[in-house]
């Protein structure tokens, strides 16, 4: 069964920094696009950052480029988010999902997800 998992988050203090990881399993990993989203608490899930199969193309959400960074390491089949410099404003739930095809900003394109994890970010 394919699943993806989600691992990384926690509560750290503004300025501080965390990696989120995407494990993958039961499907071939490489072929697909990964994306990040996050949803914060009362809003809409919004696009973080894509990365292509090969991991060679990326894209990150403006306002979060030059602190968030989307890498992937296929060999472990395995997503990763680097995010430093937090701020209270990135407590959400992140979420990983995959698609067959490009990148994409907008959630309803992927077809695959995680059950998310918490990051809180608070003094």
């Known amino acids: 069964q394919v699943q993806l998992v989600e691992s990384g988050g926690g509560l750290t203090q503004p300025g501080g920094s965390l990696r989120l990881s995407c494990a993958a399993s039961g499907r071939t990993f490489s072929a697909y696009t990964v994306g990040w989203f996050r949803q914060p608490p009362g809003k809409e899930r919004e696009f973080v950052a894509a990365i292509s199969g090969s991991g060679s193309t990326t894209k990150h959400a403006g306002s979060l480029k030059g602190r968030f960074t989307i890498s992937r390491d296929n060999a472990k089949n395995t997503v990763y988010l680097q995010m430093n410099s937090l701020k209270p404003e990135d407590t959400a739930v992140y979420y990983c999902?995959?698609?067959?095809?490009?990148?994409?900003?907008?959630?309803?394109?992927?077809?695959?997800w995680g059950q998310g994890t918490q990051v809180t970010v608070s003094s």
């Open positions: 999902a995959t698609r067959s095809g490009g990148l994409a900003t907008i959630s309803r394109d992927y077809d695959l």
